[in-house]
């Protein structure tokens, strides 16, 4: 029989890594859509030096896309891939070992301290509208304390930073913020700055409010968006 949880990692997988089985391999989640082409392009065309990717899981999806487009970049940049999960990440290595133009790190993007509480995520839920309002509160917040737990054992806690004096740079060109469904706010926070953000689930907490400051600053023009590409996309770029 086959279970609520795995009937909604099937139906909306990212919405559901929360729940369960940070350690379970997820399939992939940006394939086969505008959002997986725009990478692609992105990546083989950017004059860039350092990519970061947030959220790498196995490295099938996004991370197919980011591989593919820096190998054709006459620019020749470096993909640094995070994922916190020990079971993907390992999947994610053991795919990209050997690619020199690919470092992997098995970190958490930003510390657990930085987590939303749980009535600031609720709060969230009643003023806006998105596809997290498709879950139960108690099941969101579930979400939540299993992100909080996990990111509080993780070797490093503050990967963003952790990378960024690993190869002494104030920013990374080119960033995709698409972790936790609770961080992305300080994510977005580290690497403020970049030439490219690239927003993955703009219609859910992780993004939504990220969108909006970036909509607002005049630092930033929107290149492309699609709210009906799964839970939405987004891409910036710094004028
Ligand atoms: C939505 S999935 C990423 C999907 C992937 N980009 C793709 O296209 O298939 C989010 C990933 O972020 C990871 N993650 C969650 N919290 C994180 C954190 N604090 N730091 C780094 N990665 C995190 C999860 O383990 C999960 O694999």
């Given at each position: 029989m086959v279970s609520l949880r795995s009937l909604l990692r099937?139906?909306?997988p990212d919405l559901t890594k929360g729940i369960s089985g940070i350690e379970s391999i997820i399939p992939p989640e940006i394939k086969g859509d505008e959002f997986y082409a725009a990478?692609?392009?992105l990546a083989s065309t950017?004059?860039?030096?350092h990519i970061l990717e947030i959220g790498s899981s196995s490295?099938?999806?996004s991370t197919d896309a980011f591989v593919r487009g820096i190998a054709r970049n006459p620019a020749r940049p470096q993909l640094h891939c995070m994922e916190i999960s020990k079971t993907r990440f390992a999947a994610l290595r053991d795919h990209h070992a050997g690619n020199p133009q690919v470092k992997v790190y098995n970190a958490s993007s930003v510390p657990a301290a930085e987590l939303p509480s749980a009535d600031q995520v609720a709060q969230f839920y009643r003023d806006?509208?998105?596809?997290l309002n498709d879950y139960p509160l108690e099941q969101v917040l579930g979400w939540l304390e299993a992100d909080r737990?996990?990111?509080?054992?993780?070797v490093i806690p503050d990967g963003i930073r952790h990378i960024l004096t690993q190869i002494g740079v104030a920013s990374f060109d080119l960033v995709l913020i698409d972790g936790s469904e609770f961080t992305g706010e300080p994510e977005l926070e580290r690497v403020y700055g970049a030439a490219w953000i690239l927003l993955d689930d703009v219609n859910a907490h992780k993004n939504f409010r990220n969108y909006h400051r970036l909509r607002q600053d005049p630092a930033y023009r929107?290149?492309?968006e699609d709210w009906q590409v799964r839970n939405g996309f987004a891409i910036f770029q710094r004028v």
């Amino acid at each position: 029989m086959v279970s609520l949880r795995s009937l909604l990692r099937i139906l909306r997988p990212d919405l559901t890594k929360g729940i369960s089985g940070i350690e379970s391999i997820i399939p992939p989640e940006i394939k086969g859509d505008e959002f997986y082409a725009a990478i692609l392009e992105l990546a083989s065309t950017v004059e860039a030096r350092h990519i970061l990717e947030i959220g790498s899981s196995s490295g099938q999806g996004s991370t197919d896309a980011f591989v593919r487009g820096i190998a054709r970049n006459p620019a020749r940049p470096q993909l640094h891939c995070m994922e916190i999960s020990k079971t993907r990440f390992a999947a994610l290595r053991d795919h990209h070992a050997g690619n020199p133009q690919v470092k992997v790190y098995n970190a958490s993007s930003v510390p657990a301290a930085e987590l939303p509480s749980a009535d600031q995520v609720a709060q969230f839920y009643r003023d806006q509208t998105t596809k997290l309002n498709d879950y139960p509160l108690e099941q969101v917040l579930g979400w939540l304390e299993a992100d909080r737990a996990y990111m509080s054992d993780a070797v490093i806690p503050d990967g963003i930073r952790h990378i960024l004096t690993q190869i002494g740079v104030a920013s990374f060109d080119l960033v995709l913020i698409d972790g936790s469904e609770f961080t992305g706010e300080p994510e977005l926070e580290r690497v403020y700055g970049a030439a490219w953000i690239l927003l993955d689930d703009v219609n859910a907490h992780k993004n939504f409010r990220n969108y909006h400051r970036l909509r607002q600053d005049p630092a930033y023009r929107l290149v492309r968006e699609d709210w009906q590409v799964r839970n939405g996309f987004a891409i910036f770029q710094r004028v």
